[in-house]
């Protein structure tokens, strides 16, 4: 079953500006809904639990719908904000009613049955350890803890260049020292991504938000040939339509 793609939604700037590290929960909070979909997603390797899978996709269309309000509603009025939340918490219910039924605990990774049925374990799996240090930069992340975020991403990286999350990481890492306004270090860490994880599901994720530094950075003429680049490499996809988006609001 496809992953679902969630760009980021803290990385979206509005008007050439980038969006305040405050405003950073909307970001983290769909990246936890993408985490727990996700968790659902590799138990569902029976041709058993189509219909848990349906439903499913249709949480992953609604997430999608999200994207493209947040970054309105991230920088309206109260009213805009409540929404917001009312949207999260709609999902998040949903979701848990997913998880339930899936027999996935919220806090687990890769669980290795759907209630009664047993199911293979995922391929390529993160180990124990692995996990551990992951989900302990990501909390550091949520918690807005970003020095310690940083840190712990490119640690991990650093020990588990191959580990099947490594390119996330990677990613993160560059969120992490986006939401922090280092912008350049986030560039960097962004574009690792693009080069030593080319076929990683982030990658389109990684130009796209290499695109709106660069806009952030007031750097219009090289955010213009980067988002353009994700159009042209990606067509179709959501990463694309997110550029054409952005290059719609760059001013000439």
Known sequence: MKRLL?????SWVLGGCAVSPENDPVQIRLSDLDQRVQRIERVLTNQSLLDLAQRIDRVQSDLRGIRGE???LQNSNEGGKNQTRNLYGDLEKRLAALETLGGVSPGSVGAGSVGSVPVAPPVGAASGGEQASYDAAFTALKASDYPKA?????????AYPSSPLASNAQYW???AHYVNREY???ITAFQRVTTDWPESRKAPDALVKIGFTQAALNRTGDARITLEDVVRRYPGTEAAQLAADR???LPR
């Open 6 to 10: 969630l760009l980021g939604a803290s």
């Open 184 to 186: 350049q270090n986030a």
């Open 150 to 158: 940083i840190a712990g991403f490119r640690s991990f990286v650093s």
């Open 247 to 249: 290059l719609k609001r």
């Open 173 to 175: 890492l560059g969120e």
């Open 70 to 72: 947040v970054e309105v």
